[in-house]
């Protein structure tokens, strides 16, 4: 199946600091990938959809200026939370869809911990 | 709002018994439904799909029964094996695009 390479798998950062995550297709082009963010013991909440060469499309509530995203390739999305307090500690998961049209699937990356001090 | 619950926060179940997990929708526009399985500090992994033209498909131990009138949906294993064990999530989709995951039913299959 498709894979979908995630990095780091875990960071450590003191408050204040940016801090970005890489999701990469590796064996397929991905025009569009989504972030997930997963508190413990709750759903996958969707943040946003990264589209290759256009502005990320943001879930309401989510601030665009903190979490940037930038999807310079179709094999490459990027997030980066800017000026990271500790209430932005969670699992980040980003997701790439494998073909077009309807029905396909999600694959997943092996997700970021999060921890801001 | 959640548009899809998975109520069962937990489950646990005897090796070689069956495990059903459920899941309930609201959107009468979801047509397409997926089930994906999580370990501890790592991504889903795909595990079996319905689309709303069916109402079942069976891959393997893995089967997704759906009841469109009832807006539910459920993933049954057998026989459940210990490396079952991990956190279920369903998740459900109109356009194809965004989809929407259940809070997940952590699956325990006891030896």
């Known amino acids: 199946g498709a894979v979908v390479s995630q990095h780091p798998s875990r960071v450590i950062c003191k408050s204040g600091t940016s801090v970005k995550i890489e999701c990469r297709s590796l064996d397929f082009q991905a025009t569009t990938m989504f972030w997930y963010r997963q508190f413990p013991k709750q759903s996958l909440m969707l943040m946003a959809t990264s589209n290759e060469g256009s502005k990320a499309t943001y879930e309401q509530g989510v601030e665009k200026d903190k979490f940037l995203i930038n999807h310079a390739s179709l094999t490459l999305s990027t997030l980066t939370v800017t000026s990271a307090h500790p209430e932005d500690s969670s699992f980040y998961i980003c997701?790439?869809?494998?073909?077009?049209?309807?029905?396909?699937?999600?694959?997943f990356g092996s997700g970021t911990q999060l921890s801001v001090l | 709002d959640q548009q899809v619950k998975q109520n069962s926060p937990s489950l646990s179940v005897q090796e070689g018994r069956i495990s059903i997990l459920n899941c309930d929708y609201t959107n009468s526009m979801f047509d397409y439904f997926l089930w994906y399985k999580k370990y501890p500090a790592e991504g889903p992994t795909f595990l079996i799909s319905?689309?709303?033209?069916?109402d079942k498909n069976e891959d393997g131990r893995f089967t997704v029964f759906l009841n469109k009138s009832a807006k539910h949906l459920s993933l049954h294993i057998v026989p459940s094996q210990p490396g079952d064990s991990a956190v279920y999530f369903c998740a459900a989709s109109a356009t194809g695009n965004q989809f929407y995951f259940g809070t997940g039913t952590s699956l325990t299959v006891i030896p």
């Open positions: 319905i689309s709303s033209i069916k």
């Open positions: 997701s790439a869809r494998d073909g077009l049209g309807r029905g396909e699937k999600l694959f």
